[in-house]
């Protein structure tokens, strides 16, 4: 099969070679600055009939170079087929290019490791500055970045971290949901939930215990179970605990929705979508609106999650003062079991 060859990319010079002026003279017309430095209309109109005709685009290297800025922003996220991140992704996305900004995505699979790989190649890319929700136990080498570039968390706070943040709530309307629910199912009430050290684990399991507490209902050691956000870790934690009950459990919370879509995709592959499980969980998503198996959820703003970590980026980048370092957003929760009432504001 015959290679394809390559076309030259062209340049600035190669501009002002066919339009036979200097390169300095070429480089003004085409940043619009010909007026300015009384280049004439007849030589400006051939430079840029010739960029047109030519498809010139203006280096990115070399007009960060001349700026000290890339105009693009970083962001690191655990993985892009998760909902959640997926759309708050494509909200920063929009805001980006509404800008005049570009978004570089990394993803990094849950692993602390692979996070620093993506983060560095990110800096070595030179960008403006970091939006991350972090899997790493501490900020040390956040901090240091944050010495020459700033850096916003969203989603998830590390642990003893000063960084700027903007996460949703999710403590308050947890509690507020498993409240309603516990007074329905008091004996039998499981939690599903991602790592450990992660925040989003910590406070969705806080939220949890707390709404058991308010009905008056002794959370058992046994109804916590703890994996990892991957839908295949959803889908064994149900596995093995309908293979421990000999049936779904009466209630359960799922901790996100990867956890949700692999009890989903258990409960669908073995017949039990018709069982009278009780399910809810932490994150929404529209299509659960069309299931007939009805589930309570707690829903992110996303577009909030975006704007707002946007806004405080784009204001250190700017090197502006926050108003504040730290933006809890609050969670909405939707009901769709009949007979679930909220038992007030979240």
């Not at 070595?124 to 916003?152: F, H, M, T, W």
């Not at 991957?230 to 000999?246: F, V």
């Not at 956890?259 to 069982?275: A, C, D, F, I, T």
């Not at 700017?318 to 038992?343: D, M, V, W, Y």
Request: hydrophobic share 40%; proline share 5%.
């Amino acid at each position: 099969m015959p290679s394809v060859k390559k076309s030259k990319r062209i340049t600035i010079s190669d501009i002002a070679g066919l339009a036979g002026v200097s390169k300095s003279t070429a480089s003004l017309v085409l940043n619009g600055r010909s007026k300015e430095y009384r280049v004439s209309d007849e030589t400006r109109d051939r430079i840029l009939a010739l960029a047109h005709e030519h498809h010139y685009q203006p280096s990115i290297h070399a007009r960060s170079l001349r700026s000290t800025r890339s105009n693009t922003i970083g962001l690191v996220v655990p993985e892009m087929t998760n909902y959640g991140f997926a759309v708050t992704a494509r909200e920063l996305e929009m805001l980006c290019r509404e800008a005049g900004l570009q978004l570089l995505i990394a993803c990094t699979d849950e692993n602390p490791g692979q996070e620093m790989m993506a983060v560095n190649s990110l800096v070595q890319r030179q960008v403006d500055g970091l939006i991350i929700a972090s899997c790493q136990l501490n900020d040390v080498e956040y901090q240091k970045i944050n010495a020459s570039l700033p850096v916003v968390q969203i989603d998830r706070l590390i642990p003893g971290s000063q960084l700027p943040l903007v996460i949703t709530d999710s403590i308050a309307p947890t509690a507020s949901l498993v409240e309603t629910v516990a007074r329905q199912h008091p004996d039998e009430f499981y939690f599903l939930g991602g790592q450990q050290r992660l925040s989003p684990t910590r406070d969705r399991l806080a939220g949890f215990q707390l709404g058991l507490e308010r009905a008056g209902v002794p959370c058992k050691p046994e109804w916590i179970i703890n994996g990892n956000y991957h839908p295949s870790s959803g889908y064994e934690m149900i596995a093995q605990l309908c293979a421990q009950l000999g049936r779904p459990p009466k209630a359960l919370f799922t901790a996100a929705c990867g956890l949700l879509e692999g009890v989903l995709r258990y409960l669908n592959q073995h017949q039990l979508m018709e069982s009278e499980i009780h399910l809810c969980s932490f994150d929404d998503h529209y299509l659960f609106d069309c299931l007939t198996m009805k589930i309570d959820t707690v829903a992110q703003d996303c577009r909030s999650l975006a704007q707002h970590s946007f806004d405080m980026i784009t204001a250190l980048i700017e090197e502006r003062p926050l108003e504040q370092n730290t933006l809890h957003l609050p969670g909405q929760i939707h009901l769709r079991h009949a007979g679930s009432k909220a038992l007030g504001p979240t």
